[in-house]
């Protein structure tokens, strides 16, 4: 047997899916899921009068309903086929029939491989969104959390990454998980659509034959094996979608891998966008993601706290939107009514998809539960800038104090650029305040200047006066998106339990 160090193994499944996810994708799940849909389809035909007995269900039913399913042994015997026959699908059925010869007969009947592959790639792709759709949310509301406890706290605004004005530690963070609860909420408005049974090339032949001509036959058939099959796969009243495509080729059309690609990636240029504010913030000195007391940032330098998660959510969310453009590439070449090149892509994008944004929600969510506000640092670097961003109101109350408005914007104007220049080339403080209250221009008659009455320097100089609305949007944010979320969602995340950074 070979070693595992000897071996590739993928990253996604070694350092950063969830057990949960990495089930979902799994051989085991996938192969149970192609008996379920065979056991449907022999079931919804022996109800109908087609040719499958009662006695061939019941042995069918016995080996696929079966704790556990699928067992090493009988996929051990599908491997061998398939080393024959070159078609996993075909594999499978004999290594179903020898587990139970009195329905090999019937298994598979009418049905070609995409009746199977397309219909249970459904089912994963369905229950893998719901899990995303689940942590999706799980990071809003730890973005919540954060966002509430730091509302009232001024800190400085960025456009362009340049000092803009004010907003709030928790309005930044509102704005993180408004964006990601709108990726949530466009992303996931409805669930792929089922293939159906259609046959090979889409035209439903076979299944009319089978029916002896009779369409409104087939369209029982289709619909019986739906009802089972969703039934058998989900609770009743979970998301999914039971609406079969109307009209298909031999598979589905892959323009929908495409679309669900897209809206992956989605979710995933908002979480790259938060982590990349977080590392450009720790780099200020005023966040830090949680570091363990034992973690070492750098191998050479010591001193080293590096935003190590958020960097992995970047690139793992990178990759997940690079997936797309190759599956519209798959999709555009889907000649006349299939190719096989997409098998082999699907198989490496659609999972690797799910498992990278997978790992990467499970690291926000553990970044937002643990992330580090210095205070001290968001203040220094607030009131640094705050005094440029104080002109307007000192403007406003020294015409309020009976000074020509033209004269003063003139005269503040030369002062800021000169305390600009002594930050930007001598490395110094910024003075501006101090120019300001040592000229004559901005000091009372009383004391010997220009103004009617004396400035309240104190009261200019309040950050939270320039922060706007910040605490009123953020407590609606939470208010009117939060808590619809978390009354929907609440039993499901509490279920997911906690998880963080697999390495």
């Known amino acids: 047997m070979t070693n595992h160090y000897d071996t590739y193994t993928s990253p996604l499944a070694s350092r950063n899916a969830s057990p949960e996810m990495l089930r979902l994708w799994s051989a085991r799940h996938k192969f ?221 059309p892959r323009s929908e891998d495409a679309r669900l690609l897209a809206e992956l990636a989605c979710v995933a240029a908002v979480l790259h966008k938060i982590a990349t504010d977080i590392r450009l913030l720790s780099n200020r000195k005023e966040l830090d993601e949680p570091f363990e007391s034992k973690q070492i940032g750098s191998s050479a330098m010591p001193y080293k706290r590096n935003p190590m998660r958020c960097e992995r959510i970047c690139g793992l969310t990178r990759f997940v939107m690079n997936l797309v453009g190759n599956a519209y590439d798959t999709a555009a070449t889907q000649w006349l009514e299939r190719t096989l090149d997409d ?35 968001v203040r220094k670097n607030l009131m640094a800038e705050l005094p440029f961003m104080a002109t307007e109101n000192i403007l406003m109350a020294c015409v309020k104090l009976g000074a020509d408005r033209q004269d003063y914007h003139e005269r503040i104007r030369q002062h800021a650029q000169a305390a600009g220049m002594r930050v930007k080339q001598e490395g110094l403080e910024n003075d501006l305040l101090e120019r300001l209250k040592a000229d004559a221009a901005f000091q009372s008659k009383a004391r010997g200047g220009l103004l009617a009455g004396e400035l309240d320097w104190d009261g200019v100089m309040d950050p939270m006066k320039y922060v706007g609305r910040s605490v009123e949007q953020t407590e609606r944010f939470i208010k009117e998106v939060v808590e619809p979320l978390r009354e929907q969602y609440g039993e499901a995340i509490a279920k997911l339990g906690e998880s963080g950074p697999r390495v």
Not at 52 to 73: C, H, M, N, S, Y
Not at 94 to 114: E, F, N, V, W, Y
Not at 161 to 190: I, M
Not at 226 to 237: E, L, P, Q, V
């Open 32 to 252: 149970n899921t192609w008996r379920r849909i065979w056991l449907a389809v022999a079931e919804a035909q022996h109800e109908l009068g087609l040719p499958v007995t009662k006695e061939q269900v019941e042995e069918l039913r016995a080996v696929v309903e079966r704790p556990g399913g699928i067992t090493d042994e009988e996929m051990a015997a599908a491997e061998r086929y398939e080393g024959e026959l070159r078609h996993d699908v075909m594999a499978h059925v004999h290594a179903l029939g020898d587990s139970c010869p009195k329905a090999r007969p019937i298994i598979h009947l009418g049905m070609t491989s995409q009746d199977v592959v397309c219909n249970a790639d459904w089912a994963t792709i369905t229950a893998a969104f719901k899990l995303i759709m689940t942590k999706t949310v799980r990071a809003v509301l730890s973005l919540s959390v954060f966002a509430e406890r730091w509302c009232r706290t001024p800190t400085l605004g960025f456009t362009h990454y340049q000092p803009a004005q004010p907003t709030t530690v928790g309005r930044r963070a509102a704005l993180w998980g408004y964006d990601l609860a709108l990726a949530h909420g466009q992303a996931f408005e409805r669930g792929p659509f089922l293939r159906g049974l259609r046959g090979a090339t889409g035209t439903q032949a076979s299944f009319l034959d089978l029916a002896g001509g009779r369409p409104d036959l087939v369209d029982d058939l289709e619909r019986g094996f739906i009802g089972r099959f969703t039934s058998a796969t989900f609770k009743a009243g979970e998301w999914i979608c039971t609406n079969p495509h109307k009209v298909v080729g031999q598979t589905y």
């Open 343 to 377: 098998s082999s892509n699907r198989r490496l994008s659609l999972p690797e998809a799910f498992l990278a944004l997978d790992g990467a929600l499970d690291l926000m969510h553990n970044v937002a539960s643990g992330l580090i506000v210095h205070e001290a640092m």
